[in-house]
């Protein structure tokens, strides 16, 4: 037959164990002391050259779109009375018709914005950005653009000009 102790008593063991054990610990040498995390990671800056040699040029594409997107609604004012073109959400190359150009000067977007739900809505976009971002997609090199919607412009890539008022992206 087993006995069963109340929780009560059972906390009161356990306590017990604990306290007992807690002198041990104390007594390992400041010497052998160590975090596992220190003995496995080198140090922060060899981390840091590490993970930019590890992270592969598509990762640098995202940092950029990202980093324009934010760049610009805290130029126009925050995401209360700003949001950009839907564009500037997709992070694939493939469907990112506001990426002009990504070369060794960096990546270069174009994109409109307008009052939150501006495109869902079908209202006339109110801002247009242009602007550079490094080509590790960190830094901003140039804001070249952003003000009122100017006319549309052929890109230098060939792709299409920047509409005044571009269709809702079809899901």
Sequence with gaps: ??????????HA?????????????LAIPAALAFSPLETIRPPAENRVA??????????????????????????????GVYRPADC???TSVADNNCLISADGQGFLFRFLGGQPGWQQLELPA???????????GRQ??????????????????GNPPIEANPAPPQY
Excluded at 51 to 75: H, T, W
């Design 1 to 10: 037959m087993r006995a069963s102790l109340s929780p009560r008593a059972l």
């Design 140 to 157: 901003v090199v140039s804001v070249i653009y952003n003000g009122a919607p100017r006319p549309p412009i052929q890109s230098e890539s």
């Design 126 to 136: 109110t801002m247009e950005t242009e602007i550079l971002i490094a080509p590790d």
């Design 50 to 79: 590490q993970l930019d040699l590890a992270i592969p040029e598509p990762y640098s594409r995202i940092r950029a779109v990202n980093l324009a997107r934010n760049v610009a609604v805290k130029l126009n004012g925050g995401l």
């Design 13 to 25: 063991v356990l306590a017990g164990s604990l306290a007992a054990a807690a002198p041990l610990s």
């Design 88 to 90: 500037m959400f997709r």
